[in-house]
């Protein structure tokens, strides 16, 4: 059974500070990683992806990758009341386009 | 910019009633994908296609079945509704790249 693993929080932090969201995956052979944002009540949201071990950065964003820990994670810098939603992290199996998607990670950012 | 619309974005039926969701793609993806979404569950994979008129069951294809007719258009049937089919019904469209675009949501309500 591939896995996606997320806490699902709610991670709680304030506003301006650096908010670390996690995922951790079972399968070796996923090749691609992507994050989305849901608000509640509407759909997800692609907000990066990445296919590489490392860091790549899209604004306040940063996802990291390291596929020998089977890790990815989400930076969020100068962390703002509006992105207080859930955060999915997905990763295809390789070979595969169905993704296998964590539970989300519910972050709430306080003024 | 990716555009997927789905007909309803609020839907009642009644038990026994057979319920069309429909869904439709504008960037030519080949893959799409319907999944259910339930508090603490996450989202479950029902039914994708990866080509006209080609389909294949998810994690969950009970109680539903799917058509592929042209590219651009998916849809999810309910054969018979009942109330634990009461859900949030999300489309997706993928390109060969793996990342998913969903369209905004059915809540379908099943009285």
């Known amino acids: 059974q591939k896995e996606v693993e997320q806490n699902s929080g709610p991670l709680s932090v304030p506003e301006g500070a650096i908010a670390s969201l996690n995922c951790t995956y079972s399968?070796?052979?996923?090749?691609?990683f992507f994050w989305y944002r849901q608000y509640s009540g509407k759909s997800p949201e692609l907000i990066m992806s990445?296919?590489?071990?490392g860091d790549k950065e899209d604004g306040r964003f940063t996802a990291q990758l390291n596929k020998a820990s089977q890790y990815v994670s989400l930076l969020i810098r100068d962390s703002q009341p509006s992105d207080s939603a859930t955060y999915l992290c997905?990763?295809?199996?390789?070979?595969?386009?169905?993704?296998?998607f964590g539970r989300g990670t519910s972050l709430i950012v306080h003024p | 910019d990716v555009k997927v619309t789905q007909s309803s974005r609020y839907l009642v039926k009644r038990t026994g009633e057979k319920v069309f969701l429909e869904c439709v793609q504008d960037?030519?993806?080949?893959?799409m994908f319907w999944y259910r979404q339930d508090p603490g569950l996450g989202l479950r994979l029902i039914y994708f296609?990866?080509?006209?008129?080609?389909?294949e069951k998810g994690d969950i294809p009970e109680g539903y079945s799917v058509s592929r007719e042209k590219k651009e258009r998916f849809s999810l049937i309910l054969e018979s509704a009942s109330t634990n089919q009461t859900s949030m019904y999300l489309c997706?469209?993928?390109?060969?790249?793996?990342?998913?675009?969903f369209g905004p949501g059915t809540r379908l309500t099943v009285t």
């Open positions: 296609s990866y080509d006209v008129k080609m389909k």
């Open positions: 960037m030519d993806h080949e893959n």
């Open positions: 399968d070796r052979g996923s090749q691609s």
């Open positions: 997706a469209s993928s390109p060969t790249t793996r990342e998913q675009y």
């Open positions: 990445i296919y590489s071990n």
């Open positions: 997905a990763a295809p199996s390789g070979g595969s386009y169905i993704p296998t």
